[in-house]
């Protein structure tokens, strides 16, 4: 499973001779919005850090392995919403607050975002083939 899709020119259109040439559009900085399995994961790692417990304290409670827990907390892994309830219940935390402070970990995220960061610009151009790669 990919994590980001990106779209590509495959090849352009010939141009017509006459076609006034249109002209190049200054490059924005890319930056890709966080996924949300990165910032659970972030989320998750703070909580179980706060209580000063290991991966494999957590991870038994909530009945899973401490390599998947890794792997979530990494971002690696996309966690059920039962999983996530369950890890929540084993942290102490209801699924709602969980979720509530991923949420406002994005917000913050977004906000620290350069604005031109956060639009999306236009990177296709009369003529392209495009193709989705996964």
């Avoid at 970990?105 to 996964?134: C, K, N, V």
Wanted: proline content about 10%; charged content about 30%.
């Amino acid at each position: 499973m990919a994590e980001h899709a990106n779209v590509y020119p495959l090849r352009r259109e010939p141009r017509r001779e006459r076609e006034p040439q249109p002209e190049p559009r200054p490059r924005q900085p890319q930056t890709q919005e966080p996924l949300w399995r990165e910032v659970l994961g972030r989320r998750l790692r703070a909580l179980r850090q706060e209580q000063q417990e290991t991966l494999a304290e957590t991870a038994a409670r909530a009945g899973i392995s401490p390599q998947y827990l890794s792997e979530v907390e990494r971002g690696r892994k996309e966690p059920s919403s039962e999983m996530i309830a369950a890890l929540a219940g084993a942290l102490g935390i209801t699924l709602i607050d969980l979720t509530e402070q991923v949420a406002g970990d994005l917000r913050r995220q977004q906000a620290r975002a350069p604005r031109a960061a956060r639009t999306r610009p236009d990177r296709t151009r009369p003529g392209d083939i495009l193709a989705l790669a996964a």
